[in-house]
């Protein structure tokens, strides 16, 4: 089974350096890495340039114009569209990953399942030499500093999930899913701009499309760097609004990965001349 991790992220170099060098370092390697980036102009090119030269894995750089405010959904669906895995794994360039992120999301993939993964925050303080392969006495010491959060997590027990029914508490910085099953519901909805809600409304057509949800414990971790939070009203009472009306209208979403529903569904493959720009 191919891999293939998509990182979102948007003019943060020093996140992403640590969160890239975290899948240089996993027990299993993913089969290929896409950076989407939504229209850094910062020192990110580069730092993605320099890990594509070192990584044992192909890495690609997806990039879309930044348009005044995160566009998540639009950048998931680009960067999906240029994956060839047949199972994707959502993170963010926040989010470093545990040594045995890949492989804990290949030992729990199951057809017609996600995965919600776990998170715990690396507060400011820790952050600095902060790389996601410290010892579990190391990370304890953190938590008991309050550098980190979350140390009931800690524990790696490997191949434990239970199936979850509720699409709250969703959070796509850390969720696995097979490909052929976002192809169905067409991908991530654009209507959704911000930071809110979109991955709740993806889960719930999942969801509603007969693919089960089986939340990760004790394994498949990433650790959050922590960062300002930036809060937009308009945005989440629209995608407020979205996310209610995702209980009944169509599963598949207007605005996805494809411009309109494809005649040929059943590899997977989104090589068709249907896609949406």
């Given at each position: 089974m191919r891999v293939s991790v998509i990182v979102t992220t948007f003019n943060r170099p020093s996140y992403l350096q640590k969160v890239l060098a975290s899948y240089l370092h996993q027990?299993?390697?993913?089969?290929?890495?896409?950076v989407a980036d939504d229209g850094s102009t910062d020192a990110t090119e580069s730092v993605i340039a320099g890990f594509t030269e070192r990584a044992?894995?192909?890495i690609l750089h997806a990039w879309q114009e930044h348009q005044g405010g995160p566009r998540l959904s639009h950048?998931?669906?680009?960067a999906t569209r240029q994956t060839t895995g047949d199972y994707l794994i959502y993170t963010d360039g926040?989010?470093?990953a545990s040594p045995h992120?890949?492989?804990d999301h290949v030992r729990l993939a199951r057809p017609d399942w996600f995965v919600q993964g776990k998170r715990a925050w690396v507060r400011y303080q820790a952050m600095d030499n902060f790389t996601g392969q410290e010892s579990f006495l190391r990370k304890l010491w953190l938590c008991a500093t309050n550098g980190l959060t979350k140390p009931h997590w800690l524990l790696h027990v490997a191949g434990i999930a239970m199936e979850n029914k509720s699409s709250e508490g969703i959070r796509s910085c850390n969720l696995g899913v097979f490909r052929e099953n976002v192809v169905q519901i067409n991908g991530w909805n654009e209507q959704f701009l911000g930071f809110w809600r979109q991955d709740s409304e993806f889960a719930l057509r999942l969801m509603r499309s007969g693919v089960r949800r089986h939340d990760a414990l004790f394994s498949a971790m990433v650790y959050h760097l922590e960062h300002e939070k930036n809060l937009n009203i308009q945005d989440l009472e629209r995608n407020n609004r979205l996310l209610a009306e995702a209980q009944y209208r169509p599963i598949f979403t207007p605005?996805?990965?494809?411009?309109?529903?494809?005649?040929e569904q059943a590899s997977g493959r989104l090589a068709t001349p249907s896609l949406s720009p």
């Open positions: 027990t299993r390697a993913p089969d290929e890495l896409i044992p894995f192909p950048l998931r669906n680009l926040d989010c470093v992120f890949v492989a605005l996805g990965l494809f411009a309109e529903a494809p005649q």
